[in-house]
């Protein structure tokens, strides 16, 4: 039920005392992890808050994909699963925030320090995998320059090294083509 297709609902609720409406609107953000940080976020923190909360998720990034440079064999799969988590932390540090300038800086990061793909053998059962990590990374890749194209020119320029930096990595795995067929372009 959308609060839309009900306007005699939505003049009841506006209709509520202040005080029963505060207890309502109070229990309904609760209820919503998210949307309680974001609010947190939005009337109690400011930009230092922000750049904090930027510096705290490069720090997680960096202690993961070190974690993974010293595993002794580290494959496909763990650098898969390293890049999905912090990628979703990427997406909440966003839906808290609302930034766009620090969710795409975070993304490159994240995408110029893990790997984009690992020398397996086709007859590893871990192939699978390596396909998976090349795709994911390429997706995400292709998200990302999507936002970016939307990003203030003076950010592009700012980001346009690291930027290439990532889609050099596609071109090292041999991802040119498939790039290119997804519209990723060779240089921005």
Do not use: C, W
């Not at 998720?57 to 799969?77: P, W």
């Amino acid at each position: 039920m959308l609060l839309k297709d009900h306007k005699d609902l939505k003049a009841a609720i506006t209709a509520i005392p202040d005080k029963e409406k505060d207890k309502l609107l109070l229990r309904l953000i609760a209820k919503d992890k998210v949307l309680t940080e974001h609010l947190h976020f939005k009337l109690l923190e400011d930009k230092a808050d922000l750049e904090e909360r930027h510096q705290l998720l490069k720090q997680e990034i960096d202690e993961s994909v070190e974690i993974l440079n010293q595993m002794r064999k580290a494959t496909s799969k763990d650098a898969l699963l390293i890049l999905r988590k912090l990628n979703g932390r990427v997406n909440h540090h966003y839906k808290v925030t609302k930034d766009p300038n620090t969710e795409a800086e975070l993304r490159l990061y994240l995408l110029k320090s893990v790997p984009a793909g690992y020398n397996e053998s086709v007859l590893s059962p871990l192939a699978k995998f390596n396909e998976r990590l090349k795709t994911y990374f390429l997706r995400t890749t292709l998200a990302l320059y999507k936002k970016y194209q939307k990003l203030h020119e003076d950010l592009q320029y700012d980001l346009k090294d690291e930027f290439n930096a990532v889609l050099q990595k596609l071109e090292q795995q041999d991802l040119t083509k498939a790039a290119s067929e997804l519209g990723l372009p060779k240089e921005v």
